[in-house]
């Protein structure tokens, strides 16, 4: 069966997935925003994890992912990506968040996971153009569709009206 995209209007951190992705930096020490909502929210093993990961293998560049677990979230893995911050398109902000996204997707499908729930990687306080953003973000997991079916249902989660308002009518004509 071909998989399912959705769009959910909300708090990433409520949703019951295999796993969640956070929009985290690149120290993995947590920030604001959507990474701030998920350490609260999911706890301290979350923030532990990510330390040990750190102590590995250092910091995580823009466009790579790690995984954790969800802590007391509902979801049981977070998976940590950091997408670029934008400086106007000529650093290849284009790519490296289409990255993220694909990485993300590839550290599901190595854990077995099913569902997993984005939200609008780096169109916070990083500031990428929303509208680019979202349409990156489709064709990435589209594309990554034609390669596996495995992953069942990908949701995206917005947690402001803009972006919902975008992905509506991306995902709906
Ligand atoms: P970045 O640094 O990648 O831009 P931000 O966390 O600043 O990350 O913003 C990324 C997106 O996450 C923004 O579109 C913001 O509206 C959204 N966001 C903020 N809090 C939440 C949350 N609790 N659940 C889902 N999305 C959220």
Redesign the pocket.
């Known amino acids: 069966m071909m998989p399912i995209i959705q769009l959910v209007r ?5 949703i019951h997935a295999d796993a969640i992705v956070n ?3 690149s120290s993995l020490l947590g ?8 350490h609260r ?1 999911g706890g301290p093993a979350i923030l532990e994890a990510c330390r040990a990961i750190r102590a590995k293998q250092g910091s995580c560049a823009a466009g790579e992912a790690v995984i954790t677990t969800g802590g007391k979230l509902p979801a049981r893995y977070v998976i940590h990506t ?2 670029p ?1 934008w400086n106007g398109g000529s650093k290849n902000e284009e790519q490296l968040l289409a990255n993220a996204y694909r990485n993300s997707l590839k550290l599901a499908l190595e854990h077995g996971i099913k569902t997993i729930a984005f ?10 153009p ?1 509208q680019r953003a979202a349409a990156i973000a489709v064709e990435t997991v589209q594309q990554f569709f034609a390669y596996s079916t495995a992953i069942e249902q990908v949701l995206f ?4 009206e ?2 919902y308002n975008i992905y509506q009518k991306l995902l709906h004509t």
């Open positions: 909300g708090d990433i951190t409520t929009a985290a930096n920030g604001g925003g959507v990474d701030g909502a998920i929210a950091v997408g911050v939200p609008n990687i780096s169109t916070g306080i990083y500031h990428f929303k989660v917005c947690f402001d803009e972006n």
